[in-house]
């Protein structure tokens, strides 16, 4: 599996981003989608994760009701929206491919990752 991250960007703070996530090689469907983030001298988290058919989703406490994760898999895709960006939310953030059949939430539990894309959030 591939997958492509796109969306980043510079922001100021109360702005709003979609992150987006193609992904190739493997049947979509059947993957547990995620997006993480890093930032500096930060250990990487994970943030928002979508199950099959995004029948389920997870939300890291401190993005609850400000991001929404979804997936399009007649587009093999993932997205993050983002609203109300606060600087804490400055990060790289990753998308994550998972084979499990639960949702995963754990750094260990995805199998495949994309390359960053940078959100900067300005206050």
């Known amino acids: 599996v591939q997958l492509q991250a796109s969306g980043g960007g510079l922001v100021q703070a109360g702005g709003s981003l979609r992150l987006s996530c193609a992904a190739s090689?493997?049947?979509?469907?059947?993957?547990?989608m995620g997006w993480f983030r890093q930032a500096p001298g930060k250990e990487r988290g994970l943030v928002a994760a979508?199950?099959?058919?995004?029948?389920?989703?997870y939300y890291a406490d401190s993005v609850k009701g400000r991001f929404t994760i979804s997936r399009d898999d007649a587009k093999n895709t993932v997205y993050l929206q983002m609203n109300s960006l606060n600087p804490e939310d400055t990060a790289v953030y990753y998308c994550?491919?998972?084979?499990?059949?639960?949702?995963?939430?754990?750094?260990?539990?995805?199998?495949?990752w994309g390359q960053g894309t940078l959100v900067t959030v300005s206050s």
């Open positions: 979508i199950g099959w058919g995004g029948r389920s989703t």
């Open positions: 090689g493997r049947t979509f469907s059947r993957l547990i």
């Open positions: 994550a491919a998972s084979r499990g059949v639960s949702m995963a939430t754990l750094s260990n539990d995805y199998d495949y």
